[in-house]
């Protein structure tokens, strides 16, 4: 009796500790959820917060969200069944929200109850640029930045990518098989630096630039801290090569008239750097680091949309068949009449294939904000001090419009079909919108549309 005894003493010493714990962890995380939610919950508003919750102390549902992936956002709308859900990642209280009428709120709200939202490290990395800034000094690098994206500049770019898309795929065509993820990362890479940064292709040949371009990227959502052997301190060497290669590029072209160089964006930017006109913030610095921010938000996603591309064309050959059939039809399968930006806009059937891309894997997921002021969406209240995080991704993948979604099918945006645009503007939210929408969404389609039509010349 007495060993029985001295057993359950024996047993009841883990289970307190268990209890015990259990209880100063509850008690913990109970004083960390209410002091995130009400130390941040405006109280003038009558609204509740959205559903969902808040994770584990300080570290939230960051954790979660590293292991699941995208997986980790369905399961969250799933389970609280709302367009919204708030949670606590890498440090802030977060609000996700998705569908047409709640981006467009979003989006529209810029500068008045939301603003654009960057980690540090990417701040440090980028500089002052046009993507990072905001108010009149973003009003005033969109008013510059939109020179290098005019009709008569694209038309320009049209000449200057067409050589390096023949080239690239000609070389594809000479191997027993390619790596469609590395070569198109390859060719657009080369793209945006010959074409947006005034490259020559010499400079870039090697593929030594690109690799330092992807090293500047890696150090973007790290902490920044300069430490040896840290993707934040390699990011920082490597924006140091990127901007004396730059140099050398703006001293070369200092050199050539207008009339004798190429017409890149960097060559039409220079030609605009009036310090006079644009108030005094305009210098050749800054332009520099401009182009590398054009080089950053351009290239990535178009090589994204680009691989996507690549494989729905090999596993539905038609795809290439029909657009090969439309150029024939407009007179444009031998190029003897000249590709230029406004005919292969014309052609319906392409550019649905690039529109149906970009549908089915959104390369730009969605985009981060900082709420300004206390507002209300769908009857829930979003704090100011929170972050909103917006979803192209969610908000195509949850709408209905959209038949059969897992399907390529290019028809869905024809006229009888529209399905873009049932539900509103932002039910095709792609290239984000109002005051922060894509400067570059008319090039990356170019590009993305030349890349097509070289692919089905070549499928005869
Ligand atoms: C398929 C390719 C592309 C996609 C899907 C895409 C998508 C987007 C999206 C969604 C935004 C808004 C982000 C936000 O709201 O925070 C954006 C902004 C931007 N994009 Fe693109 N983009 C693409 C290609 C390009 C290219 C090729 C360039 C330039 C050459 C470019 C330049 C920019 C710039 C400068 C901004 C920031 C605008 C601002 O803050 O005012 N993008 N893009």
């Known amino acids: 009796m007495d060993g029985y005894l001295e057993v359950l003493g024996l047993l009841r010493m883990p289970v307190l500790i268990i209890v015990t714990s259990y209880i100063i962890a509850a008690a913990v995380y109970n004083c960390w959820y209410y002091y995130v939610i009400y130390s941040?919950?405006?109280?003038?508003?009558?609204?509740?917060?959205?559903?969902?919750?808040?994770?584990?102390?300080v570290i939230g549902e960051s954790f979660k969200l590293l292991t699941q992936g995208s997986k980790f956002y369905t399961e969250k709308f799933q389970r609280n069944n709302c367009r919204m859900f708030k949670t606590h990642l890498f440090g802030r209280p977060t609000i996700r929200i998705y569908g047409a009428e709640n981006l467009h709120t979003i989006l529209h709200?810029?500068?008045?109850?939301?603003?654009?939202?960057?980690?540090?490290?990417?701040?440090?990395?980028?500089?002052?640029?046009?993507?990072?800034?905001?108010?009149?000094?973003?009003?005033?690098?969109?008013?510059?930045?939109?020179?290098?994206?005019?009709h008569e500049a694209l038309q320009g770019y049209v000449e200057l990518s067409l050589p390096l898309i023949q080239d690239g795929i000609d070389s594809w065509c000479t191997e027993k098989s390619v790596l469609a993820f590395d070569a198109t990362r390859r060719l657009l890479f080369d793209i945006a630096a010959v074409v947006l940064c005034g490259f020559d292709h010499k400079e870039i040949e090697g593929g030594e630039m690109a690799d330092t371009f992807m090293d500047f990227t890696k150090g973007f959502f790290t902490l920044p801290f300069d430490l040896p052997g840290t993707p934040y301190r390699k990011a920082l060497l490597a924006k140091k090569i990127l901007l004396s290669r730059l140099d050398s590029v703006v001293e070369r072209k200092m050199k050539t008239s207008p009339e004798e160089d190429t017409q890149d964006a960097l060559r039409i930017l220079m030609d605009h750097v009036d310090e006079e006109a644009e108030g005094g913030h305009m210098t050749t610095e800054s332009l520099k680091a401009d182009m590398v921010?054009?080089?950053?938000?351009?290239?990535?996603?178009?090589?994204?949309?680009?691989?996507?591309?690549?494989?729905?064309?090999?596993?539905?050959?038609?795809?290439?068949?029909?657009?090969?059939?439309?150029?024939?039809?407009?007179?444009?399968?031998?190029?003897?009449?000249g590709l230029t930006f406004d005919r292969l806009v014309e052609c319906k059937y392409l550019t649905n294939v690039v529109r149906e891309g970009l549908r089915i894997a959104p390369p730009v997921g969605g985009g981060f904000r900082k709420v300004l002021k206390t507002f209300e969406l769908e009857g829930y209240q979003i704090p100011q001090g929170w972050t909103v995080l917006y979803s192209i991704r969610d908000t195509l993948s949850f709408s209905d419009s959209y038949f059969d979604r897992d399907q390529f099918d290019p028809d869905r945006f024809s006229p009888e079909r529209k399905e873009d645009q049932i539900g509103g503007r932002y039910n095709y939210p792609i290239f984000g919108g109002g005051s922060r929408s894509c400067m570059g969404k008319q090039f990356a389609q170019l590009i993305l549309r030349i890349l097509l039509v070289e692919l089905a010349e070549r499928a005869k």
Not at 125 to 142: E, Q, Y
Request: charged share 20%; aromatic share 6%; net charge positive.
């Open 40 to 57: 941040g919950i405006d109280r003038n508003c009558k609204a509740p917060l959205p559903p969902g919750g808040m994770g584990w102390p």
């Open 109 to 150: 709200g810029e500068n008045n109850i939301v603003e654009s939202q960057w980690p540090q490290s990417t701040k440090n990395l980028l500089g002052n640029v046009l993507t990072l800034s905001s108010g009149d000094r973003h009003t005033m690098l969109r008013r510059y930045v939109s020179r290098a994206f005019t």
């Open 293 to 337: 921010d054009l080089l950053n938000a351009g290239f990535n996603t178009t090589s994204s949309a680009a691989t996507t591309l690549l494989y729905h064309i090999s596993r539905n050959p038609d795809l290439l068949k029909n657009i090969r059939q439309e150029l024939i039809q407009s007179g444009l399968i031998d190029r003897s009449n």
